[in-house]
Nanobody
C-alpha cells in the first residue's frame, strides 16, 4: 500500500522560512517524479515545483528564487525549502508522486504566512 505524508507546515511570519517534507512508502521512490502543489482558499490547486527522477527541477514563476525543491532517495523523502515567504504563499501544500499513469497524493499540510 502506497502512503504519502506531508509534514512541516504551520504559521510563519512574512519574510521567514519554512521547510516542508514529504515521506513516501510502498513504492520504488527513485523511479518516480515528484512535485509540490498548493491550494489557497477559493482558488484552484496550482503547481509550485517539480523534481524529476533525474533531479531536474522546475518552479512556478511566483516562487523562483525563494523556494527550493529537493529529494533524498535513500530516505524516500522530498523537501520544499521556503524562504522569504509572503502572505500569498498561504495555502494547503500537497505532495504528488507520479509517473506514467500512476499518481499518488498526500493529505496536505497547511502553511499560513501572517504576522
Amino acid at each position: 500500500q502506497v502512503q504519502v505524508v506531508e509534514s512541516g507546515g504551520g504559521l510563519v511570519q512574512p519574510g521567514g522560512s519554512m521547510r516542508l517534507s514529504c515521506a513516501a512508502s510502498g513504492i520504488a521512490f527513485r523511479f518516480f517524479d515528484m512535485g509540490w502543489f498548493r491550494q489557497a482558499p477559493g482558488k484552484e490547486r496550482e503547481l509550485v515545483a517539480t523534481i524529476s527522477r533525474r533531479g531536474n527541477t522546475n518552479y512556478v514563476d511566483s516562487v523562483k528564487g525563494r523556494f527550493t525543491i529537493a529529494r533524498e532517495n535513500a530516505k524516500n523523502t522530498m523537501f520544499l525549502q521556503m524562504n522569504s515567504v509572503k502572505p500569498e504563499d498561504t495555502a494547503i501544500y500537497y505532495c504528488k508522486i507520479f509517473r506514467e499513469q500512476l499518481n499518488y497524493w498526500g493529505q496536505g499540510t497547511q502553511v499560513t504566512v501572517s504576522s
